[in-house]
């Protein structure tokens, strides 16, 4: 299932987003004040349907910190620069300023199966946008706080808030440039007993 956020619903959506994401930081942030705010409040703690926090794995780890440290750098963000390293991340939450927000939703009952069925559909989805003219994001940001994007939609309970999907017609900016490296293919093929 896919949510289709533009307009008013789009712009309630980023509001709570950003509301959640400026609690979230406050914590992150050096002191008590903020912590404790989030401690008892709540308010801006992850609430996702899927368990978004996970370790990356440590064959994995080196490649996300590489493409992290490219694309900062890229920007021109300094890895000790929290403040706007924050900043970057909540723009995740105006979706980056696209005027429409997708929220792809998954059903329980298939487990990994519906995850892989909606990547598919994400693929050919985001693939379709770029053969007319518009630029996407996917954004495993979106899924962070699923009750946001529920209030928004009539949403069977079956269903699980997977991702978002940034549209719009891609803008100048200077991250929209940005490249990563690629694997080669020998980094990715299995080897067989030949």
């Known amino acids: 299932m896919v949510g289709i956020a533009s307009g008013e619903r789009r712009d309630r959506i980023s509001r709570e987003f950003l509301n959640r994401w400026q609690a979230a930081s406050a914590a992150l942030k050096p002191g008590i004040s903020g912590k404790l705010k989030l401690f008892i409040t709540r308010y801006g703690l992850p ?16 490649r996300q910190q590489k ?11 300094k890895r000790e620069d ?3 390293r924050q900043e970057q991340w909540g723009r995740n939450y105006d979706f980056f300023g696209a005027p429409v927000s997708l929220f792809i939703f ?44 529920r209030k928004e939609f009539k ?15 891609p803008s100048d900016d200077k991250i929209n440039k940005f490249e990563a490296e690629r694997l080669g293919i020998d980094q990715i093929k299995l080897d067989g007993n030949d």
């Not at 609430?47 to 080196?62: A, C, E, I, N």
């Not at 493409?67 to 963000?77: K, R």
């Open 47 to 62: 609430k996702s349907d899927y368990k978004v926090f996970r370790p990356y794995p440590k064959d994995l780890k080196p």
């Open 67 to 77: 493409v992290g440290a490219d694309l900062y750098g890229f920007i021109d963000i």
């Open 155 to 169: 949403v069977p309970k079956h269903y699980k808030l997977l991702c978002g999907i940034a549209l719009g017609y």
């Open 82 to 84: 929290s403040q706007k």
């Open 106 to 149: 998954t059903h329980s009952g298939l487990g990994e199966y519906s995850v892989s069925d909606a990547g598919l559909f994400m693929q050919n989805l985001m693939l379709s946008a770029h053969a007319h003219g518009l630029g996407t994001c996917a954004q495993g940001a979106s899924a962070l706080w699923a009750e946001p994007v």
